[in-house]
């Protein structure tokens, strides 16, 4: 089931997301000392990010973890990794009282072996976030691309049908192409799912994923294990919202 949230603009819906991923952080830590966060890539939630930076005052017990990576260096301008630095942590205090999140980055992403960095991802996951069969983390945040592609999992990919994997390596349709992924199983245990889109070029997207699941739209895909809550401004929400 998709809970649509509509809201007037980009900003908004950045701000609507980055309460929805601090009341989700403040939930898992009260109830078990702990947070496991998959963020999402791209532009979008860039925004969402600076502003966790700023509600979210207590890092200690969280761990970040990446829905999809490139795999180009992680300190390539292009890698998820650059986006979280830059728009989250490089703005939380740098100082001993203020303790920082635990961040997972795929380490091995640029170093030219992309099913090897998934398998290493898969491993780091399953060794830190407790579940079985699959690792719960407490919020997956997703962006939706054009095409209804989320994380990296690209419409009619076979990397959809992956029941066992948590991580896989993909030949993406977006640049750059080389990319790993969480797969369907772990982001449908998480706790909660969050896709956060804004603009009108992501209005086809939106509709498509709200029409029922479907190979030919991933993001489609994620609520066949629970609720996803999609955020959206108007410009990317059906009939202006
Ligand atoms: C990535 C993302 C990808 C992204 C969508 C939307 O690494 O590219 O994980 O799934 O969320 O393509 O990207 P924008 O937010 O830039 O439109």
Avoid: Q
């Amino acid at each position: 089931m998709i809970d649509l949230t509509v809201v007037e603009d980009a900003e908004a819906a950045a701000r609507a997301c980055a309460e929805v991923v601090s009341a989700a952080i403040e939930a898992a830590c009260a109830a078990r000392g702990v947070a496991h966060v998959a963020l999402a890539g791209g532009r979008t939630p860039a925004r969402t990010y600076e502003l966790l930076a700023e509600i979210v005052t207590d890092w200690r017990d969280v761990h970040l973890w990446f829905g999809d990576e490139r795999c180009v260096p992680l300190d390539d301008p292009d890698s998820n990794d650059t986006l979280v630095r830059r728009a989250l942590l490089e703005r939380l205090p740098d100082d001993p009282v203020s303790p920082r999140p635990t961040v997972h980055a795929v380490a091995r992403a640029g170093d030219g072996d992309p099913a090897a960095a998934a398998a290493d991802y898969e491993r780091e996951m399953r060794a830190v976030v407790p579940g079985d069969p699959f690792p719960v983390l407490d919020l997956a945040l997703l962006g939706l691309g054009e095409d209804g592609h989320t994380a990296s999992l690209f419409p009619d990919d076979p990397a959809l049908g992956e029941r066992e994997r948590l991580c896989v390596a993909v030949h993406g349709r977006k640049p750059p192409f080389e990319r790993v992924t969480l797969t369907l199983p772990v982001l449908r245990a998480a706790r909660a799912i969050v896709v956060l889109t804004a603009g009108a070029g992501k209005a086809w997207a939106v509709a498509e994923m709200l029409a029922g699941p479907s190979p030919h739209v991933p993001a489609s895909l994620l609520g066949e294990g629970g609720a996803v809550e999609l955020i959206a401004d108007r410009a990317a929400a059906p009939n202006g919202g």
